[in-house]
């Protein structure tokens, strides 16, 4: 397995694994072709963008999609979007993915992994078995303007 930072040069290989993450259960994401392309090219092309990807030989099976932080505790590393294609779940594949990008982080410098995740899916406690704390004093809104 190859672990590479990715950028938006990669942006084909990126579509394909993240809809086929995304596009089944539990998330059942339905993307249009171009909202993709400019949401995946927000991720992986942007002066803070931070993404790495896992490679089996030409294919890229596992990805994180996420932004570098200047906080005022340190930098941190948010990540917006990760997963591993289906067939290759269930084999440690995430645990060592996240294991790499922790490494990589520290040689950065970088203090803190911060993700959102419902709590109803498998990622919740994918983070959870992975030492992830949920900060149960932090809250999420939004607001949808009216129509």
Same mark, same amino acid.
């Given at each position: 397995m190859?672990?590479? #930072?990715?950028?938006? #040069? *990669?942006l084909s290989k990126i579509q394909s694994a993240f809809l086929q993450i995304f596009s089944g259960e539990p998330w059942n994401d339905v993307w249009e072709d171009g909202q993709l392309k400019q949401y995946l090219c927000e991720l992986a092309g942007n002066k803070n963008s931070l993404s790495f990807g896992l490679f089996d030989k030409d294919e890229l099976i596992a990805i994180s999609?996420? #932004?570098?932080k200047h906080w005022c505790s340190g930098?941190? *590393?948010c990540i917006e979007e990760f997963g591993?294609?289906?067939r290759w779940q269930g084999k440690g594949i995430g645990s060592e993915f996240l294991s790499r990008i922790q490494s990589a982080l520290r040689e950065k410098g970088i203090c803190a992994i911060i993700l959102q995740t419902e709590r109803s899916v498998p990622a919740y406690r994918f983070y959870k078995k992975c030492g992830f704390?949920?900060?149960t004093e932090?809250?999420?809104f939004a607001k949808y303007p009216e129509e």
């Open positions: 190859k672990f590479i #930072r990715i950028t938006k #040069r *990669y999609l996420g #932004r570098i930098t941190e *590393y591993v294609i289906p704390e949920e900060q932090q809250a999420f």
